[in-house]
């Protein structure tokens, strides 16, 4: 059975703003989920609906087979770890984790005995009798986590919780995380703008845009085979080499006039009406030497970006003056300038309706 | 200091602080002053000269003064009525007008209307309103069959109808600044209190209140001290009667002053209110100055 399901919810505020437009997704249970968009695409408001904290305009929300859509927030059992991790900041660090618990009138030593455990498990123990304006960010959103662990809720929720932490701890607080939510077994619900989080964490990704789903799977699922543009320019790191083309068909085989390669076609039927498309290929689809079932095409190495483990180069389509991107092992060396062969995967290039903006199948 | 000012530069400044330092002088500390030295003295209006020196008897006097000490406790009952029942309307209205978002200025401006009009002229329509034949009051009161009641001629209502009055006019100072803190309070506490599983109540006793102790204390400390200060109403209401039963501590030492004509001794009682208020003032001055 699945843990929690939406059912076209729709959220419109004031002067008729549609934050969320009749969305349909299911949470199965254990599943570290993740919302994911741009600033402004109703992430947040779904979850703020999931946890209660807004009213929905329609449709409903069913948490463990129980429709929970009027519920309210208290009686839902549904933690809720905030962006700025709103802490109590008149109670110390121990009142803050225990408030919940004190509530629902626990018995001390329970609370006592939850209380070390959790800040056991995020190594908060020596903190317990400071005030939040005592603690460093990080420490605040161990306390904020803390908060919804000691609770045992049905589901987590956490909007943007990593978001106000600098790059490094980041990356330590995302493995804790994923470490914490397996330990559990529960399920995460969680909301970020950041594809590498979603990758890394998540079970399973909802992609969304202007308040509408556009792809929901498994983060390789999504990443290899987005369903249109918008998601392949989205769910790319740093950037997807999306360009618009001519194209013309001979046979079974497909010419792309932009970069003026050739690829075989299964589905002709469905490019056929086309004559311009909407192609893409990652950095990492592009090589610099020759391999099985690629394409060589002439380029001119325009920038390179190290980033140590890696390096980015820019390089320039001989023929049609177009920069694409391509991920290469560091140590392979180039000059800026250096006219070289590069190598396009073509199992890899996707094709997009140039109007739709949908994914064509090949 | 600043040593890097030369003699100059700070002497021009002080002659562009003169006239301000002239004014507080002359307006403030010279009045101040004026009244503390002349409660040393025997200083009457009939004969106005420092020449009959007498030590504290103005203060002994004073203490020894039983209608002194009546208006003392006239002006405690008062002042802890008056506050308390202003706090208790005031943060509950509030509470109430926090949750509305639309039409904010013009509730905003309607509370502000009583603390814009003079207490003299909120004195004077009230007692139009309050008197006993042709006041609108005892009107209404008349079509309900209630008896036309002595709003001010009777002693212990009179007490009462004060108070209610005060009330009316202070009650939106309370609103406003009790309102101006509630909307500073952030939500996200309150979400996450409410996802902790918190119940109204639970989130106005461990979110509200801990938020709102700072401005509860500032306004209730400033509300304290100028209803102490009460005055105007009584002149133009009560004149401190029917008997004694108004007769605040400010109206009585004005009546001593200028009824009376004993000046000194009046000094000496607005000394004894001074050191009062100022010893109220000193928690909130180390409250605000709290660096927290």
Redesign the interface.
Known sequence: MNKILVKNLSKKFQKNIDAVKNITFEIEKEDFFVLLGPSGCGKSTTLRLI???ENTSSGQIFLDGKDITNT?????????V?Q?Y??????NIKKNLS??LR??KTNKEIIEKKINEVAKLLQISDLLDRKP?ELSGGQRQRVALG?ALV?NPRAF?LDEPLSNLDARLRVLMRTELIRIQKMLNATFVYVTHDQVEAMTMATKICIMNKGEILQIGKPAEIYEKPNCIFVANFLANPVNNIFKSKISIIENEINIKLIDINLSLKNKVKINKFNEIIFSIRPEHIYVEKKENTVKVKSVVEVIENLGHEKILCVKIVKSETLFYVRINSEIIFKIGELIDIFFDVNKVLFFDPIKENLIER | MDNNLNLSDRRFGYILAAPSVLIVILIILFPISFAIVSSFFDYTLINKSFNNFIGIENYLNAIKNERLFNSIVVTFFFVILVVFFEFLLGFFIALLLNTIEKFKSIYYFILLLPLLINPIVVGLIWRMFLHPQLGILNYLLSLLGIEPVNWLGDPQMAFVTIIFVDIWHQVSFMIILLLAGLSAI?K??Y?????????II?CFL??TL??M?PVIIVTILIRLIFAIKTYDLIYIMTKGGPGDATDLISYYIYRSAFISLNLGEAAAMSSILLTIIILLTLPLFKYMNRS?
């Open positions: 946890g209660g904290l309210d927030p208290k009686d839902r059992n549904l933690a809720f905030f700025n709103a802490l109590y900041p008149h109670m408030f919940s509530l629902k304006s908060r609770r929720l | 952030p996200e506490p979400e996450a209190a409410r996802s902790d599983g918190a119940n639970d461990h979110i801990p938020y102790r927290d």
